[in-house]
């Protein structure tokens, strides 16, 4: 009795597998990956380099935006969202939209009023965030802060 119904049970899982084995095989033959966009390429002595952002789907990937501005870094979270947000809107996206954000602090100690400046920015639900110190400074020009982001359309 035991042997049938390990044998029946093996028989069913056996063609379950190689019915779900099969329709995996055909959707994978119908999948195609969705076309990449990307906005202004910066190039680096005529070499692409990174793009402003690339949209994938309905995923937009904002690359690292950061300088060094005069003032403190009041001044440069203001100049660093700014300018996300202009990708943002490049990309047909908005910070409302934005899901996850990176920040990356030259120092610690600016983390308060890094985030006066960041408060508010993305709407009244604000996206998730990671926020890490990077000692010895953050490309280009040495800059205090510097930001990216993933949002949808």
Same mark, same amino acid.
């Given at each position: 009795?035991? *042997?049938?119904? $390990?044998?029946?049970? $093996?028989?069913? !899982?056996?063609?379950?597998?190689?019915? *779900?084995?099969?329709?995996?095989?055909?959707?994978?033959?119908?999948?195609?990956?969705?076309? &990449?966009?990307?906005?202004?390429?910066?190039?680096?002595?005529?070499?692409?380099? !990174? /793009?402003?952002?690339?949209?994938?789907? %309905?995923?937009? !990937?904002?690359?690292? $935006?950061?300088?060094? =501005?005069?003032?403190?870094?009041?001044?440069?979270?203001?100049?660093?969202?700014?300018?996300?947000?202009?990708?943002?809107?490049?990309?047909? /996206?908005?910070?409302?939209?934005?899901? &996850?954000?990176?920040?990356?602090? %030259?120092?610690?100690?600016?983390?308060?009023?890094?985030?006066?400046? @960041? &408060?508010? $920015?993305?709407?009244?639900?604000?996206?998730?965030? *990671? *926020?890490?110190?990077?000692?010895?400074?953050?490309?280009?020009?040495?800059? @205090?802060?510097?930001?990216?982001?993933?949002? =949808?359309?």
């Amino acid at each position: 009795m035991k *042997t049938e119904r $390990r044998d029946a049970i $093996r028989k069913i !899982f056996a063609s379950l597998a190689g019915i *779900t084995g099969i329709g995996i095989a055909a959707s994978a033959k119908t999948v195609s990956s969705p076309e &990449k966009e990307t906005g202004e390429i910066t190039n680096f002595q005529d070499v692409p380099l !990174f /793009s402003g952002f690339t949209k994938l789907g %309905n995923l937009v !990937f904002v690359s690292g $935006r950061g300088n060094r =501005y005069e003032g403190d870094i009041k001044v440069h979270t203001d100049n660093v969202l700014k300018v996300i947000e202009g990708e943002l809107k490049k990309a047909g /996206s908005s910070m409302e939209k934005v899901l &996850k954000v990176n920040v990356y602090l %030259n120092d610690m100690k600016d983390f308060e009023g890094m985030n006066e400046v @960041y &408060k508010g $920015r993305f709407g009244k639900n604000p996206p998730v965030r *990671t *926020t890490v110190a990077v000692p010895g400074g953050l490309p280009p020009a040495d800059a @205090y802060i510097q930001m990216d982001c993933i949002a =949808y359309v």
